[in-house]
């Protein structure tokens, strides 16, 4: 059972609406959590949010037992404050049970409540947020920034829209050491599941997990040789293959063996764990074929064949051509900014390119923000039909054409407004550096859910962060002329 926000305050409990931050500070902290507090104070912002995530979060309510839940402002308040830190969820708990100013926002007083977090606590809750109601937050939380500034300034959107790609925990893939992952996971699985079920056979899966790393490490020491006699090569290629053909022969007897056990293992209820087996078996007998394909038989396998990590099975070979980058594992994401810095959407490109989705993506933002007029891309998101779409759907567009410019299209790029927003266009640079300092350098959280969450909250903790910073700055202002104030005061009293 969950609820919202306890309404009864504790002896001792500051109002979130009177928690004081230092305007000076310039740290992440106080930011975030002032964008928070303003979240909260305003009532027509936190009534949509605390909407949103109750939509999120009842699903995962306890009503069997009644056993109350995490607040749905402590999740939100955790959640974000982890993206927007980029830290691990060992630091959020220290964070949870012993910083002040953080415990007042969760709710809890300084001398009286006591509460601590647990580890497995945090991990569980901050998990059940939702990618889709994420992006309706961020919408609502963007509207507030908006509010914020001066209205006429927001009257008129001007967006810029780049991708880029957000690395996933995965070491670097060969074919080999893809084989001994999905080994290692089918011995270990298998090995377990035989004792915890009183299935004879698997005694030394130990052994026979060293057995194959012996075989694994072999073939990653393997060299060909550099000589030029021909006999040589020959003979050293033979004893390379020779290490191939034991590596692949001993793998295949382990997954024989294993299938022989999940037959008896049927008659068991261990449904989970043989389907996790037979995943790792799929992903085991796809790499010897590839193996025995390209090493034996010398052939290139096409790229879609190809996986790059058999546990984020979503990870693509990136390779856009950045200097000292040559290749990035990981998966694209499109995001879109506005003139005050607020990320207004984004799109995860699950295997596709900038030219494919740039029509959607300004029909997204259309829908969501009608007062967009204009959007500026990189050629990596030129087509003939996204110049003619866009044009026909926001009042300028810049989009500069790949290749050699014909006399209209001369006309369109050196026009002034043109030549201004494509030099404003390389701000979303420092958008995206910003992300990536929120936790889109590299996503730890697992599976492609995981993945979406996880892109989810960083760009609602960036707008948060950004939204802090606007009232921080309107904060530090009022305290100068304050200051002068008094400074002014004492020169007239002397």
């Not at 109750?54 to 995490?70: H, V, Y």
């Not at 989810?456 to 100068?480: D, F, M, P, T, Y």
Request: proline letters at 2%.
């Amino acid at each position: 059972m969950r609820i919202i926000k306890t309404p009864q305050s504790n002896l001792g409990q500051v109002e979130i609406g009177e928690i004081q931050f230092d305007a000076r500070s310039r740290d992440d902290i106080p930011a975030i959590l002032k964008g928070l507090q303003y979240i909260y104070v305003n009532d027509n912002v936190r009534s949509q949010v605390f909407a949103l995530l109750e939509d999120s979060l009842s699903s995962a309510a306890r009503q069997d037992t009644g056993r109350p839940g995490m607040e749905l402002w402590q999740i939100f308040v955790l959640a974000t404050l982890k993206l927007g830190l980029n830290c691990d969820f060992d630091r959020l708990q220290e964070l949870a049970n012993h910083h002040d100013v953080l415990r007042q926002m969760l709710g809890h007083s300084g001398w009286e409540n006591k509460h601590y977090y647990k580890l497995q606590t945090l991990i569980d809750n901050v998990s059940q947020l939702k990618p889709e109601v994420l992006a309706d937050i961020n919408q609502v939380v963007v509207e507030a920034g908006h509010e914020l500034l001066k209205k006429k300034s927001c009257d008129e959107l001007r967006v810029r829209c780049d991708s880029f790609v957000v690395e996933t925990d995965v070491h670097f893939p060969t074919d080999t050491n893809l084989l001994w992952d999905a080994m290692r996971k089918i011995i270990y699985g298998i090995g377990h599941t035989s004792q915890d079920y009183g299935v004879i056979g698997w005694r030394q899966y130990e052994y026979n997990l060293k057995r194959i790393k012996t075989r694994f490490i072999r073939v990653q020491k393997a060299r060909y040789s550099n000589s030029k006699n021909p006999e040589k090569q020959a003979k050293r290629e033979q004893a390379v293959h020779e290490l191939y053909r034991d590596y692949l022969s001993l793998s295949q007897q382990m997954i024989d063996k294993t299938k022989s056990t999940l037959d008896e293992l049927a008659q068991f209820d261990c449904v989970a764990e043989i389907a996790t087996i037979e995943h790792y078996i799929d992903h085991a007998m796809r790499q010897i074929d590839q193996i025995e394909r390209r090493v034996l038989k010398g052939e290139v396998i096409p790229h879609e064949e190809k996986v790059f990590s058999i546990f984020e099975e979503h990870t693509e070979w990136v390779s856009k051509g950045k200097a000292g980058v040559p290749v990035e594992l990981g998966v694209r994401v499109c995001v879109i900014e506005d003139q005050h810095q607020f990320i207004l959407h984004h799109r995860i490109m699950w295997k596709e390119t900038d030219d494919k989705i740039a029509i959607e993506m300004v029909d997204a933002v259309k829908q969501r923000y009608p007062q967009l007029s204009q959007c500026s891309f990189d050629k990596g998101f030129y087509s003939p039909t996204n110049l003619k779409e866009l044009n026909n759907r926001l009042d300028r567009i810049i989009l500069p054409k790949k290749g050699r410019l014909t006399k209209e299209d001369q006309v369109r790029e050196y026009d002034d407004d043109f030549k201004k927003a494509r030099r404003q266009h390389s701000a979303v640079e420092s958008c995206i550096n910003n992300l990536e300092q929120r936790g889109l350098d590299r996503c730890l959280s697992y599976g492609k859910e995981g993945f979406k969450r996880h892109v989810a909250l960083s760009i609602v903790a960036c707008n948060l962060h950004r939204l802090g910073l606007i009232l921080q700055r309107k904060e530090l202002k009022r305290l100068q002329k304050q200051t002068c104030r008094k400074q002014r005061q004492l020169a007239v009293a002397a």
